[in-house]
């Protein structure tokens, strides 16, 4: 997740820009650090905030099933996501009642509340939604839902052991859908959780494609994305040019060429640093590619492989690892039976249900 805000971080001064607008402007190696962007440097845009909101109502619907003993997954998320889109402004259909209890602590963080030009398709899709968890109705297969994906594959590796991949998969697909209708939109966003799931589990990037490339098969409508990750793969090991390959895979607007950039990005390069700025100067939608190919840099090489000076630099770097720990540590939180938790037990067990309300 941190790996994620950092390319996120780097990437947002440049998109929209063309690869030649910015070498122009940063010199023959292009952008290599935080430019000032929102007010700072170092600030993340919405992919993060989204990432944020997409932990934490993964953790809220953990606690409501450990209390309430059922849950609905997508529909906690979506609670979750119509909290993100409260802080950018936008007034939704589906308004349960909000109490500042409820909102928990990420929507009461003051910087969570600035507009980093939130995508058009997830504004509409969550101002329209008429109800907890329902699907968006329209055909949008751009990266807004991948991008925010990597939580889940986190929140999924804590109880892998007894769950598999494809539920992994179905996981990311769902949550996806809450703001993007079409099937190759769902179908990376559950791809990349299985990813960061497999490469938390110790795999490589090329044993992790290798895992999900035969869940993707079984799915209907996966052409489109089963090309563009062959593709990237093939790239990878090729002869073509980094700007070139790049160029091929695509822009990075649209779901399977977002997750098909990262990908080439993180398999052709040697360390973080590399490739996240492969992932970041080139045409199109650089913000986001940033983010997926940190969030997969970051699952396979560990936070230590972050340069410090971008960790030290980072918007709410303290709020990320947070929530990243949470859902790491979350299966070993004591919250179930209080009859038997300590004094001190039964103290950090509220301070974790003020923190991830379970509504």
């Given at each position: 997740?941190?790996?994620?805000?950092?390319?996120?971080?780097?990437?947002?001064?440049?998109?929209?820009?063309?690869?030649?607008?910015?070498?122009?402007?940063?010199?023959?190696?292009?952008?290599?650090?935080?430019?000032?962007?929102?007010?700072?440097?170092?600030?993340?845009?919405?992919?993060?905030?989204?990432?944020?909101?997409?932990?934490?109502?993964?953790?809220?619907?953990?606690?409501?099933?450990?209390?309430?003993?059922?849950?609905?997954?997508?529909?906690v998320v979506s609670h979750a996501y119509l909290r993100w889109v409260r802080t950018q402004g936008v007034r939704t259909e589906c308004n349960p009642q909000y109490g500042t209890e409820a909102d928990g602590w990420l929507f009461n963080i003051p910087e969570l509340h600035s507009q980093r030009a939130?995508?058009?398709?997830?504004?509409?899709?969550?101002?329209?939604?008429?109800?907890?968890?329902?699907?968006?109705?329209?055909?949008?297969?751009?990266?807004?839902a991948v991008m925010r994906m990597a939580p889940v594959g986190l929140f999924k590796w804590n109880i892998h052991g007894e769950q598999d991949y494809r539920e992994t998969f179905t996981l990311g697909c769902e949550l996806a859908a809450i703001?993007?209708?079409?099937?190759?939109?769902?179908?990376?966003?559950?791809?990349?959780?299985?990813?960061?799931?497999?490469?938390?589990?110790?795999?490589?990037?090329?044993?992790?494609?290798?895992?999900?490339?035969?869940?993707?098969?079984?799915?209907?409508?996966?052409?489109?994305?089963?090309?563009?990750?062959?593709?990237?793969?093939?790239?990878?090991?090729?002869?073509?040019?980094?700007?070139?390959?790049?160029?091929?895979?695509?822009?990075?607007?649209?779901?399977?060429?977002?997750?098909?950039?990262?990908?080439?990005?993180?398999?052709?390069?040697?360390?973080?640093?590399?490739?996240?700025?492969?992932?970041?100067?080139?045409?199109?939608?650089?913000?986001?590619?940033?983010?997926?190919?940190?969030?997969?840099?970051?699952?396979?090489?560990?936070?230590?492989?972050?340069?410090?000076?971008?960790?030290?630099?980072?918007?709410?770097?303290?709020?990320?690892?947070?929530?990243?720990?949470?859902?790491?540590?979350?299966?070993?939180?004591?919250?179930?039976?209080?009859?038997?938790?300590?004094?001190?037990?039964?103290?950090?067990?509220?301070?974790?249900?003020?923190?991830?309300?379970?509504?």
């Open positions: 997740m941190l790996g994620g805000a950092v390319g996120d971080a780097l990437g947002a001064p440049v998109e929209f820009l063309s690869r030649s607008s910015i070498f122009r402007m940063f010199g023959k190696d292009g952008i290599t650090g935080y430019d000032p962007a929102d007010g700072g440097a170092g600030k993340f845009s919405d992919d993060t905030q989204m990432m944020l909101f997409t932990a934490e109502g993964l953790l809220r619907a953990y606690l409501r099933f450990i209390t309430k003993g059922i849950c609905h997954p997508p529909s939130p995508g058009s398709t997830c504004v509409l899709a969550l101002a329209s939604m008429p109800s907890l968890g329902m699907p968006a109705s329209n055909n949008s297969k751009g990266c807004g703001t993007h209708g079409h099937p190759t939109s769902k179908l990376a966003s559950g791809t990349l959780a299985v990813l960061v799931c497999a490469l938390i589990d110790g795999l490589s990037l090329q044993d992790a494609l290798a895992i999900a490339f035969p869940i993707l098969r079984a799915t209907p409508h996966h052409g489109e994305l089963l090309d563009s990750l062959l593709q990237a793969e093939s790239y990878a090991c090729s002869n073509l040019t980094h700007d070139l390959a790049i160029e091929r895979l695509g822009e990075g607007w649209t779901a399977e060429e977002a997750l098909a950039i990262a990908v080439y990005c993180a398999l052709s390069t040697q360390d973080f640093r590399e490739g996240i700025l492969l992932a970041v100067n080139h045409d199109g939608d650089s913000d986001s590619t940033g983010t997926i190919a940190g969030n997969l840099l970051g699952a396979l090489r560990g936070v230590q492989a972050i340069p410090a000076d971008w960790l030290q630099q980072l918007e709410l770097r303290d709020v990320v690892g947070e929530l990243a720990e949470d859902l790491h540590d979350y299966r070993r939180w004591k919250v179930s039976d209080h009859s038997l938790l300590t004094a001190a037990e039964e103290q950090t067990a509220e301070e974790i249900f003020r923190k991830y309300p379970p509504v």
